[in-house]
């Protein structure tokens, strides 16, 4: 009897134990978004909501995780420090999702050693290089309907593009229709959008500083014949004065004039 209680005490002890884990277990999967859930894969921590239905960055991410997995959902916006709590990603992968808009600062606060960013397959359109300053990793922006111009030129010229993905980032729209359907890399080996663009200002610039010109001397055109007109009216009138009166006022006239 003895011996029993005492076995029963231990497996009571080793089954409160049990309870534990699968209460912390069930738990920590409460906090998580259905459809993601965390593992480890080659040594490091990963966290998979791939084909979630999310409709935006999940809040309660662990922040020890190593690579990201937020690709194929549904999310068309990227907000202000939407990663800003991974300290140790490595990897971050965003492709296939309805991405068409991304906050300045959104991926501020990802680490130096971030190997990998992909924002391939969204709906990017334009997207300024201030995005991705601080972004040191290889990023994919393939397979977006970019708008092929001058802030597209300066974001590939700002960007440490993944290796095979230059080919897929095809002009979607330009201002010349030639360049729609070609990939960018290569449209830009002959036009400098950004040095076209910078000529288009100036000309404009040129324009309106012609329109102001004409329109000043327009009005000092103006302003003399009205002048001019005014004297010989004044003219004729003295004409009609008597003698006396009209030298005196012929002087004043010709004074006013001069």
Known sequence: SAWWDLWRGKLSTVWLLVQGVLLASCLRAAAFPRGCYPSEEEGLKTFRCSNARLTEVPKDIPNDTNKLYLDSNRIPFLPRDAFRDLPLLLELDLSHNAIAAVES??????????????LSSNRLVSLSKDVLSNVKAKVNLSNNPWLCDCRLQELIRAVDLAAGSSAGIVCDSALQEEHVGKAFLQVIADTDFCNVYKKTTDIAMLVTMFGWFAMVISYLVYY????QEDARRHLEYLKSLPSKQRHSEESSTISTVV
């Open 105 to 118: 600062g959104a991926f501020r606060g990802l680490p130096d050693h971030l190997r990998s960013l992909d």
């Open 224 to 227: 003399v014949r009205q002048n």
